[in-house]
């Protein structure tokens, strides 16, 4: 009895972990193209600094481009560089890179991991809540006035983009009204420690990029929510409780639950991508975190750490999808059982 | 009694159980994560702001490293750090002995540098000749780092004994521009590390973050204190070897915040919370003419600034049709100069002169042949006038006809456009030029719009060669311009072929077996007249052929706070220039100011020789060199 509901199970991880592995080496390679395929010199940046200091020369700016050139592989054909990358990333080496020269790609990324992490897993979780909340509520009372506002609001709210919105925050709240700094994770010049006074810098320069967040991430909960509900609504054991003359505020209760469903697995996913940053938040607050490191790396066509990235971010989506199909097997029976059928 | 209960049982229970674990999980991860921060459980206090110059301009990102053989060393290591034998004054034309104490020439090809014998790394070890022959050697066999591409022009470097380096010119055309330069300018490096270094391959010298400061050994009076991705701080090395000599710099601290960008750094700028800037500051005049802060630039007035090499439209020979002398012509003076720099560079530098030499500089003025360029464009001082009328004149005499949509033909027939001017995105002042030259050139009949790409796209363009008109730098000033300019427009030899990227100069691929000629003799003469000469000649043919059309001078971003620190170098005391925080030979600008409160005082060594100082005028050099025998 035991072996026949585990081997399904089993079956159906070893499937999904298949994919993944497939889909992961496909991603790598469109890694790789992407920013190759971006026009642009790579070199631009480290060059053209050396015309800054006063010291350019000919000489030096051959010798140097071209010891860049070895010490980037950028000469050789694509097909090497390609090999080279999946070999060394396969090692967990992510390379040299070239903006920051000579420092790894990972010594770059890990630092500002933390930074994203801590900016958007608590605005993604309470956007989460007040707005499930918000929306289970409006639709358990469905048509009446609370859920008109509710709604509206949430619709608007969902629709602003989010980056207009941080605009707007730093605008009224940090440039007019002057209530919270607009720029960066803590007063530039300031040596992190682990001070009281310095954590409070750090949580006033947190309130503005995750209000962005929240505000924006709120309205597409509460909607989706509110539609769940409705749906539940419709149900039988409603109608039969309501029947029965339980009380509303029971059945709001099982209504609420049994609509949390998909929204946590939608939670399980954004928390995935966390890892790579709110990518426009992050550069409008100037928050030093995975996004805007990824933007820094962008403009100026820093193959290696663009690639060091998405490396990172898209192992990280994996591994929540992968998670969310764990759950979703643990909790829903059908679907292992459903694996072994096929 | 049934009811809600079986309804409880279905999901609810289990649900809830399953939501509150993954939030339990959730919750205590962020807890975990929060205590992940990049903190440095090290931090040091507060280092006190009246004994820090707080700089910025300097590095926009996280600083990287401080070695200088990797190619993208960190701000202050060049200027702070690691000394020269000599430093160059290019406003005063002297050499500074820094860790030389003097030169000897032997003979026309030979020069020996004498070290100073108090100079020491900051572990105590003496700087000697063989570290000087040793950085040499590496740069070589790394390809970067001090004096990169010395070979070409330095045939050898000797330790003589342990304080005498002796250098020897390359023969035959010895290029006596680029010998000297390398032999007194290259920073030199600590042997004793380098070498335990090169045991472990040159990858591991290359690489070489050098960023602990208790392991850091340094010729420079100041070294690494700390760095994290936001912040850069150096720290005076209080018993350095040159405190008998030079005195110590008067600034304790020397402190750069990594800004966002360039309003930001100049918002702490104008607040006082940084005293040295090296930025770009949109109409920096106001700051001490309309808020009466207490904020300087070089000048009082226009210019504001002093220039940091010449700036150039250049136009690609990729396309044929716009080789053309005369079309060049035309386009020189359709440019709107005065107007585009008044509107779009704030006045911060006057036209430049066609003659490619810097007119800002006095020492420079003795290589333009002012009469040529004043026959040739018909003004006063020999610059361009900005003459549409003149310009279609030249145009229709040349025969190109306009066609039906008031577009030019040249002679053969060929559209003249579509054409695009382009500057990397977010360059104001250079987008607007491109704006207003565009206008101009449209009325003179040529179809051209601007564009305005990314950087990196930009300098793939205008590496490979392939662009129709762009603006661009050239090398700057050193001790040998106005030669270093012309060989970094015209020489063909710097570049490669249409499509391959090369940054060492010649963007348009101007060919012109004259100029060449010309660019190797110069830099072999001693003889100064017989160098006007030759200069004329080439000055001539720039101004015949216009490779580039020289616009206006790149200014030397330097601005300063006295709010904590004064007596910083300026026009009316004008003891030491190039003065921006990052240039490699600003280091003598932290020794004369002072203080707020206190009386800054010139260091009495920042005079000529002749005056009892130390400065070296290079006319000197050049005369000893002349006087010198062959053997």
Redesign the interface.
């Known amino acids: 009895m035991r072996d026949h509901t585990l081997n399904p199970f089993i079956k159906y991880l070893g499937r999904r972990f298949f994919f993944l592995l497939l889909t992961y080496f496909i991603a790598l390679t469109i890694v790789f193209i992407l920013p190759r395929a971006i026009?642009?010199?790579?070199?631009?940046?480290?060059?053209?600094?050396i015309?800054?200091?006063?010291?350019?020369?000919?000489?030096?700016?051959?010798?140097?481009?071209?010891?860049?050139m070895?010490?980037f592989g950028l000469g050789k054909p694509w097909f090497v560089q390609y090999v080279e990358f999946i070999t060394k990333a396969l090692r967990g080496d992510l390379g040299?890179s070239i903006?920051?020269?000579?420092?790894k790609t990972l010594e770059?990324i890990i630092?500002v991991?933390?930074?994203t992490?801590?900016l958007l897993?608590?605005s993604i979780?309470i956007a989460w809540i007040i707005g499930n909340t918000l929306g289970a509520f409006a639709g358990y009372r469905r048509g009446s006035l609370v859920d008109r506002i509710a709604l509206n609001t949430s619709l608007i709210i969902g629709q602003i983009p989010y980056y207009w919105l941080g605009m707007l925050l730093i605008f009224f709240l940090s440039v007019k009204l002057k209530i919270f700094p607009g720029?960066?994770g803590y007063t530039?010049?300031?040596?992190?420690?682990?001070s009281f006074s310095f954590l409070l810098d750090?949580l006033s320069h947190y309130i503005l990029p995750s209000l962005s967040i929240i505000i924006s991430a709120l309205g597409g909960w509460a909607i989706g929510t509110r539609m769940l509900v409705v749906n539940e609504l419709d149900s039988d054991?409603v109608s039969f409780?309501e029947h029965?003359g339980?009380k509303s505020k029971?059945i709001f209760?099982?209504v609420f639950?049994?609509s949390?469903?998909p929204q946590?697995t939608g939670l399980a996913l954004s928390?995935g991508g966390a890892l790579g940053g709110a990518l426009i938040t992050e550069i409008i607050f100037?928050y030093?975190g995975t996004g805007y490191l990824l933007f820094?790396a962008l403009?100026?066509?820093d193959y290696p750490l663009i690639q060091g990235i998405f490396v990172i971010l898209i192992a990280s989506i994996y591994l929540a999808n992968f998670f969310v199909d764990f759950i979703y097997a643990i909790?829903d029976p059908r679907i292992r059982l459903g694996q072994g059928e096929s | 009694m049934y009811?809600?209960k079986p309804?409880?049982n279905?999901?609810?229970e289990g649900?809830?159980g399953?939501?509150s674990k993954?939030?339990v999980i959730?919750i205590s991860?962020?807890v975990l994560?929060?205590l992940?921060?990049?903190?440095?459980?090290t931090?040091?206090v507060?280092i006190p702001r009246d004994e820090t110059v707080y700089c910025i301009g300097g590095i926009w990102?996280?600083p990287?490293?401080w070695n200088p053989y990797?190619?993208?060393v960190t701000w202050g290591t060049?200027p702070f750090l690691f000394m020269p034998l000599f430093y160059y004054s290019n406003a005063k034309d002297v050499w500074l002995p820094a860790i030389g104490e003097g030169y000897k020439v032997i003979n026309k090809t030979t020069i020996q540098v004498k070290i100073r014998p108090q100079a020491k790394w900051s572990d105590g070890k003496p700087i000697t000749a063989h570290d000087v022959a040793y950085t040499f050697e590496l740069t070589k066999k790394?390809?970067?780092g001090p004096?990169?591409?010395?070979d070409?022009?330095v045939a050898s470097v000797r330790a003589v004994d342990a304080k005498t380096v002796e250098f020897k010119v390359k023969t035959p055309n010895p290029n006596y521009f680029?010998f000297l330069?390398y032999a007194l300018g290259t920073r030199v490096v600590p042997k004793h590390v380098y070498e335990e270094l090169e045991k472990k391959g040159t990858g591991a010298v290359?690489?070489f973050?050098n960023d602990d400061p208790a392991k850091q050994v340094v010729s420079g009076p100041y070294k690494l204190f700390?760095a994290?991705?936001?912040?850069v701080i150096y720290g005076r090395i209080d018993d350095w070897w040159g405190k008998d000599i030079f005195g110590l710099p008067k600034p304790k601290y020397i402190?750069h915040?990594?800004?966002?960008d360039n309003p930001?750094a100049n918002l702490?700028f104008e607040k006082g919370?940084a005293d040295w800037a090296s930025t770009f500051i949109p109409a920096v005049y106001e700051l001490w003419e309309k808020k009466g802060l207490p904020v300087r630039t070089w000048f009082k007035s226009k210019p504001y600034y002093m220039p940091?090499g010449v700036v150039f439209l250049y136009i690609s020979y990729f396309k044929k049709e716009l080789a053309d002398p005369t079309l060049r012509k035309a386009i020189a003076y359709a440019v709107p100069y005065v107007d585009m720099l008044e509107k779009a560079y704030f006045g911060y530098s006057p036209q430049a002169h066609p003659s490619y030499v810097i007119d800002v500089f006095e020492i420079y003025k003795q290589w333009i042949d002012y009469g040529y360029s004043k026959y040739l464009w018909g003004t006063k001082d020999g610059k361009v006038p900005t003459d549409l009328k003149k310009a279609n004149n030249i145009l229709d005499k040349a025969g190109y006809k306009k066609g039906p949509d008031g577009i030019r033909r040249t002679p053969d027939g060929k559209r003249l456009g579509p054409y695009t001017i382009e500057v990397p995105y977010g360059w104001t002042d250079w987008m607007m030029m491109c704006e207003m030259i565009a206008e101009n050139l449209r009325k003179i009949g040529i179809d051209i719009k601007t564009e305005f790409p990314?950087?990196?796209?930009w300098?793939?363009r205008m590496?490979t060669g392939r662009f129709d008109f762009i603006i661009s730098?050239d090398?700057?000033?050193?001790y040998d311009h106005p030669w270093?300019t012309y060989?970094?427009v015209t020489?063909i030899r710097?570049t490669l072929p249409f499509g391959q990227?090369?940054?060492?100069?010649n963007w348009t691929r101007y060919d012109n077996p004259e100029a060449i000629k010309l660019l190797d003799e110069i830099p072999a003469t001693l003889d100064v007249a017989r160098r006007k000469a030759l200069i004329s000649k080439l000055q001539r043919i720039v101004q015949r052929d216009l490779p580039g059309i020289p616009l206006f001078y790149g200014a030397h971003w330097y601005a300063y706070s006295e709010v904590k620190w004064v007596g910083w170098p300026r026009e009316e005391n004008a003891w030491w220039y190039?003065a921006a925080n990052?240039?490699?030979?600003s280091l003598p600008v932290l020794f004369g100011i002072a203080k707020k409160g206190e009386t800054p005082k010139v260091p009495a060594w920042l005079t000529t020789v002749d005056k009892g100082g130390v400065l070296i005028p290079t006319s000197l050099i050049w005369n000893d060199l002349m006087k010198a025998t062959t053997k």
């Open positions: 026009p642009g010199n790579p070199l631009a940046s480290i060059l053209s600094r015309f800054q200091t006063g010291q350019a020369n000919p000489e030096l700016l051959r010798s140097v481009e071209r010891t860049l070895e010490e040299t903006s920051s020269y000579p420092k770059l630092p991991i933390p930074w992490l801590i897993i608590p979780l720029q960066g530039q010049g300031t040596i992190p420690n682990l750090v054991y409780s029965l339980v029971t209760g099982y639950r049994n949390l469903l946590v928390l100037n030093p820094r403009s100026t066509l909790i | 009811g809600p309804l409880k279905l999901g609810g649900m809830k399953l939501k993954f939030l959730l991860s962020f994560l929060s992940l921060l990049p903190v440095n459980s931090a040091q507060a990102g996280p990287t490293t990797a190619a993208n060049d790394i390809g970067t004096g990169a591409g010395w070409a022009y680029s330069g290359r690489e973050a700390f994290d991705p936001n912040t402190t915040i990594v800004y966002k930001s702490a919370d940091d990314d950087f990196t796209v300098a793939e590496t730098w090398a700057g000033p050193g270093n060989r970094f020489d710097l990227s090369s940054w060492s100069g190039p990052w240039s490699a030979n």
